[in-house]
């Protein structure tokens, strides 16, 4: 019974997959740019730009995603702001993740020795020339390992966008379970669904790792 549960509504579990993807890779690009930004804010020599790095870093890790993506969906249609669940979700993850990306990236940027800042402000380079050229590209070598355990982080906590009613594979598990009465089956398949695509995740990440890695630095061959 369990096994024809399963394959009988693959297609289900498949499309639910997809959307997870679709959300957590969207999630990731933007959390990526955003928490270069806010991370570089975090360094900066302008107090405003990093006063005002800081308290985004520390407000949105100090509450519940869950609360953020309820903000985004249900807070905005109050001052004239209406998205979509999909839309809602992706932005409330993506600004989410930005976050923790950008301590990651403030610690990958103070992590480079500061004789390569000094190098190359010496050779003639502004401290913005210094920072995109030299000591960013050196840092985010640096963070592959730390970013791997972001990017399987934003894959499991994607499946809080369900409380929106987004079809992606949680949900799907809790319509399935609704209709079939096997919570059991259903949630231990879902798990191994995001198994494999958090396992997946880490292996690509380690080729990466490898890939980009600094000698002197970082993973081991």
């Known amino acids: 019974m369990a096994f024809e549960l399963i394959t009988d509504n693959l297609g289900f ?51 519940p995603l869950l609360v953020q993506i309820f903000i985004i969906y249900f807070g905005l249609p109050s001052i004239g702001i209406y998205l979509s669940p999909l839309v809602s979700g992706i932005l409330a993850v993506g600004l989410n993740s930005a976050a923790y990306q950008a301590e990651i990236i403030r610690g990958g940027i103070q992590s480079v020795p500061k004789g390569q800042l000094e190098a190359a402000r010496s050779i003639g380079m502004t401290y913005t020339q210094s920072m995109r050229h030299v000591v960013l590209p050196q840092a985010l070598r640096l963070i592959v390992p730390p970013m791997t355990n972001e990017f399987i982080t934003l894959i499991k906590d994607s499946s809080l966008v369900s409380a929106i009613g987004i079809w992606e594979l949680t949900l799907v598990g809790k319509e399935l379970n609704a209709k079939y009465f096997e919570p059991f089956q259903i949630f231990i398949f879902i798990a191994i ?27 081991e061959a």
Do not use: D, H, N, Q
């Open 13 to 63: 579990f498949a499309k639910g997959a997809i959307l997870t993807l679709e959300i957590s890779l969207s999630a990731i690009a933007i959390g990526f740019v955003l928490g270069i930004l806010m991370g570089l804010g975090r360094v900066s020599r302008i107090l405003p730009v990093r006063l005002l790095s800081t308290g985004y870093v520390e407000a949105l890790r100090g509450t």
């Open 193 to 219: 669904v995001y198994f494999i695509m958090t396992y997946a995740t880490s292996k690509i990440m380690r080729r990466v790792e490898k890939r980009f890695k600094i000698p002197g630095y970082g993973a």
